[in-house]
């Protein structure tokens, strides 16, 4: 096999590409005790914290409490709470003292799930109100919730949708028709290559493992994976995960392409580059070349997905989706809680569909 090349920019046989527009995740703010962030369709979802910058603030209760409404005229309202049910069969929502809401415990990723009108008085209380208790049937404590920051957020979600004013906001209420704005959400053309095995062999690994910036974060046992991308025509490519570096609950890889043209006049073996991303992996960070957390490769559609937690428990970090579109790594999806403090659902902030292209005959 020919000798290993190296490049730290893109490939030098790839002809100018064109330039791909950047996915743009929404930010997440927080408002005392509630975080709040919207996608790229202005779907939004409030999330209740543990009181307390490290997030001590209960010894009970588990929670938390997700708000989450659609943009546009659907307006999809709902309210839900994530926690273990046990035997419970029935829940009371209590708010500073007094019943807001009463209904079954149900089987499945939430145990409670307000909708529609209910939802909406449940939001009144909220944002009403100081503290709320969510208790079983027998008077257990579910969770326990600081109010604090809630009208806060519910507002900022009525500033994103446009909602403010209208007669259709949560919080600042007006007498505005609130006219909806159609979202598009972006769609990933990929254009897959025919399926191949060739990969590089080991000495191409082990020579890009010491070209690389990981060579002196591996240590123990460590392991790199290779996936193939497919073949076109004389070319073949793949994406190489190179170990680079770990914790207690976080394994960092260093993802690159591969290309290898057979049978060309004057080649070169395999090359490799840092891989794109139209939107850098939050691990890594911008200006660097990027890095992938905790990564897994989906091999019939090409995706690969980086999720990074702040801390064990995993109530805080970052995750992302992306799908491979025959020359880079294109955003499919993003979720995030920047705050350690006992949210184990992630707001959404990115969306993106994709559609394979037709293969000519």
């Known amino acids: 096999m020919p ?6 920019g893109i490939f030098a046989i790839i002809t100018a590409a064109v330039a791909m527009p950047a996915a743009q995740p929404g930010e997440i703010r927080t408002f005392g005790d509630w975080a709040v962030g919207c996608d ?14 490290d997030g001590a603030g209960y010894e009970d209760g588990e929670g938390p409490v997700s708000i989450v409404r659609t943009a ?35 089987p499945g990723d939430y145990p409670i799930e307000i909708v529609g009108a209910d939802a909406k008085k449940v939001a009144a209380a909220i944002i009403r109100g100081k503290r709320l208790v969510v208790q079983g049937p027998g008077d257990e404590i579910i969770t326990r919730i600081s109010l604090a920051g809630s009208s806060a957020a519910l507002r900022y979600i009525d500033q994103k949708q ?37 990969v590089p062999e080991t000495g191409d690994i082990v020579a890009l493992v010491e070209a690389s910036r990981c060579k002196d974060d591996r240590f ?15 070319r073949y490519r793949v994406l190489v995960l190179i170990s680079c570096g770990a914790g207690a609950y976080n394994f960092s890889s260093a993802p690159y392409v591969g290309e290898y043209v057979e049978d060309a006049p004057a080649t070169s073996g395999w090359i490799f580059t840092p891989a794109r991303f139209d939107h ?22 090409q995706t690969i997905s980086s999720y990074g937690k702040g801390r064990g428990l995993g109530d805080c970090g970052n995750a992302e989706n992306y799908i491979w579109d025959g020359d880079s790594f294109r955003l499919i999806d993003a979720s995030a809680m920047p ?8 707001i959404t902030t990115w969306r993106a569909k994709y559609r394979k292209l037709e293969k000519a005959d």
């Not at 000798?3 to 730290?8: G, L």
């Not at 705050?339 to 992630?346: I, L, P």
Request: charged share 25%; hydrophobic share 35%; with cysteine.
């Open 162 to 198: 446009d909602r403010a004013g209208t007669g259709t906001a949560l919080v600042a209420k007006g007498s505005r028709v609130f006219r909806p704005t159609t979202f598009e959400i972006p769609t990933i053309m990929v254009d897959q290559w025919d399926p191949a095995k060739l």
């Open 72 to 106: 546009g005229s659907k307006d999809i309202f709902k309210i839900h709470i994530t926690f273990e049910p046990r035997d419970m069969d029935r829940y009371r929502m209590i708010v500073d003292g007094r019943l807001v809401d009463t209904g079954p415990i149900v």
């Open 220 to 234: 123990g046992v460590v392991e790199d994976q290779v996936f193939p991308l497919g073949k076109r025509g004389n």
């Open 339 to 346: 705050k350690c403090r006992g949210a184990f659902e992630w």
């Open 3 to 8: 000798p290993i090349s190296f490049i730290a």
């Open 280 to 301: 850098q992996p939050s691990w890594g960070g911008e200006g660097s070349d990027p890095l992938l957390v905790n990564a897994s490769w989906g091999e019939q559609d």
């Open 40 to 53: 790229n369709g202005d779907n939004c979802q409030a999330i209740s914290l543990v009181p307390g910058e």
